[in-house]
């Protein structure tokens, strides 16, 4: 039998790299990437490569699993449906709604049927007992972007195509091809960063991969990158560097953040970040020089005790140095279908704090509460 081709996007993270099936038989034989796919034009990852393999996986579930008094024995799907159903309805009459809970794992974020149901199926069930993968993911940046932007879904990612320099903080992108950027092929971006005289700079503890190819690599003490990026906001100021240009109508109080950063300069930090202040000097001052730049932070500046404020300092950096939502800097990406799902946007209000978790009372951000309360709630009375 002739073969044919499929396609269809991998799910195995943000970038969602068009992929070509090859189906004969009703069976998969290869993946391969789609070089036709107009955002990563027939680039693929090894999670791509693997695709087969998890598809012909012999231990992969393919039907739902009841436990038994003999082990796990399989059933039908409508049967699944209506036990899990009836479960939930049970419990929730029993002990009310808060006796129920629910986390989402990341891959939800990447598949759309997860992105249509889950929050229906969540308001349904009417717990605010909510978890998931973004409190030990991006919910410092979101918080940081709804107090700075007026939504957490206003997140201004490097224009990598354009940037002249790119300084990446706590983030990885050519092994998770650019989390809260989405640049398939980050490899080959950055060879063409490289051809157009562009320059790469990581601030890292970890010597990563990304690190390993950059320009300049400067280890970090883990949990000190807001001090550092308040140091660089402090050398911007005194060297007269700020640059907000066509952003100064917009900015408001640009006066406290410098009263604020004076309090860190280079020589204050140096010992405490394990960067030595002429570097401190030598990071800000190349930043404000570049032709363009973006600062770009990820889950290692999100998920540390100031992971909001060292969220919120990247973009005050790419605001000082006018580098906010221009090309070649940090821009807001222009969605397909608006942003009506983002609360925060228009209200003046943050989503933030509004109930609390019972062991702790720790705040829930967007909803939902941080992952890390959720052992101790399962263990909890009431």
């Given at each position: 039998?002739?073969?044919?081709?499929?396609?269809?996007?991998?799910?195995?993270?943000?970038?969602?790299?068009?992929?070509?099936?090859?189906?004969?038989?009703?069976?998969?034989?290869?993946?391969?990437?789609?070089?036709?796919?107009?955002?990563?034009?027939?680039?693929?990852?090894?999670?791509?490569?693997?695709?087969?393999?998890?598809?012909?996986?012999?231990?992969?579930?393919?039907?739902?699993?009841?436990?038994?008094?003999?082990?796990?024995?399989?059933?039908?799907?409508?049967?699944?449906?209506?036990?899990?159903?009836?479960?939930?309805?049970?419990?929730?009459?029993?002990?009310?709604?808060?006796?129920?809970?629910?986390?989402?794992?990341?891959?939800?974020?990447?598949?759309?049927?997860?992105?249509?149901?889950?929050?229906?199926?969540?308001?349904?069930?009417?717990?605010?007992?909510?978890?998931?993968?973004?409190?030990?993911?991006?919910?410092?940046?979101?918080?940081a972007c709804a107090?700075?932007?007026?939504?957490?879904?206003?997140?201004?990612?490097?224009?990598?195509?354009?940037?002249?320099?790119?300084?990446?903080?706590?983030?990885?992108?050519?092994?998770?091809?650019?989390?809260?950027?989405?640049?398939?092929?980050?490899?080959g971006r950055l060879?063409?960063?490289?051809?157009?005289?562009?320059?790469?700079?990581?601030?890292?503890?970890?010597?990563?991969?990304?690190?390993?190819?950059?320009?300049?690599?400067?280890?970090?003490?883990?949990?000190?990158?807001?001090?550092?990026?308040?140091?660089?906001?402090?050398?911007?100021?005194?060297?007269?560097?700020?640059?907000?240009?066509?952003?100064?109508?917009?900015?408001?109080?640009?006066?406290?953040?410098?009263?604020?950063?004076?309090?860190?300069?280079?020589?204050?930090?140096?010992?405490?970040?394990?960067?030595?202040?002429?570097?401190?000097?030598?990071?800000?001052?190349?930043?404000?020089?570049?032709?363009?730049?973006?600062?770009?932070?990820?889950?290692?500046?999100?998920?540390?005790?100031?992971?909001?404020?060292?969220?919120?300092?990247?973009?005050?950096?790419?605001?000082?140095?006018?580098?906010?939502?221009?090309?070649?800097?940090?821009?807001?990406?222009?969605?397909?279908?608006?942003?009506?799902?983002?609360?925060?946007?228009?209200?003046?209000?943050?989503?933030?704090?509004?109930?609390?978790?019972?062991?702790?009372?720790?705040?829930?951000?967007?909803?939902?509460?941080?992952?890390?309360?959720?052992?101790?709630?399962?263990?909890?009375?009431?």
């Amino acid at each position: 039998m002739a073969s044919s081709f499929v396609h269809r996007t991998c799910s195995l993270c943000e970038a969602h790299c068009g992929v070509s099936v090859e189906v004969e038989a009703g069976r998969v034989r290869s993946v391969r990437g789609d070089p036709d796919d107009p955002f990563s034009r027939g680039y693929i990852c090894p999670k791509a490569h693997g695709l087969l393999a998890l598809q012909d996986d012999p231990d992969r579930l393919r039907r739902p699993l009841r436990r038994g008094p003999r082990g796990f024995e399989e059933i039908g799907w409508e049967e699944a449906f209506e036990l899990a159903a009836r479960r939930l309805r049970e419990i929730r009459e029993a002990h009310g709604p808060e006796a129920l809970g629910a986390y989402a794992g990341n891959p939800n974020a990447h598949d759309i049927g997860s992105i249509l149901y889950l929050p229906a199926l969540l308001r349904g069930l009417g717990t605010r007992r909510r978890f998931s993968a973004s409190s030990v993911d991006q919910l410092p940046k979101m918080l940081a972007c709804a107090a700075m932007f007026g939504g957490g879904l206003s997140v201004p990612i490097p224009d990598i195509d354009r940037t002249d320099h790119l300084l990446v903080l706590g983030a990885n992108p050519l092994a998770s091809n650019g989390s809260l950027m989405t640049a398939p092929d980050f490899p080959g971006r950055l060879r063409r960063l490289r051809e157009r005289g562009g320059k790469l700079v990581v601030v890292d503890p970890r010597r990563s991969e990304t690190a390993r190819i950059a320009d300049e690599h400067h280890f970090l003490r883990p949990g000190t990158d807001a001090m550092l990026l308040f140091a660089m906001v402090q050398v911007l100021f005194e060297e007269g560097l700020v640059r907000l240009g066509r952003l100064e109508a917009l900015v408001h109080g640009t006066e406290l953040l410098q009263t604020l950063a004076k309090d860190f300069p280079p020589e204050a930090v140096a010992i405490a970040t394990g960067i030595d202040a002429a570097t401190i000097r030598h990071l800000a001052r190349e930043l404000a020089a570049a032709p363009s730049a973006a600062v770009y932070g990820r889950i290692g500046t999100c998920t540390q005790e100031f992971g909001t404020l060292a969220s919120w300092l990247v973009d005050v950096l790419n605001t000082l140095t006018g580098n906010l939502d221009r090309p070649g800097g940090a821009m807001f990406p222009r969605p397909a279908t608006g942003r009506a799902g983002d609360e925060a946007v228009g209200s003046g209000r943050i989503p933030h704090a509004r109930w609390r978790s019972n062991v702790r009372g720790l705040p829930e951000a967007f909803g939902e509460l941080p992952v890390a309360a959720l052992a101790e709630e399962i263990d909890s009375a009431g």
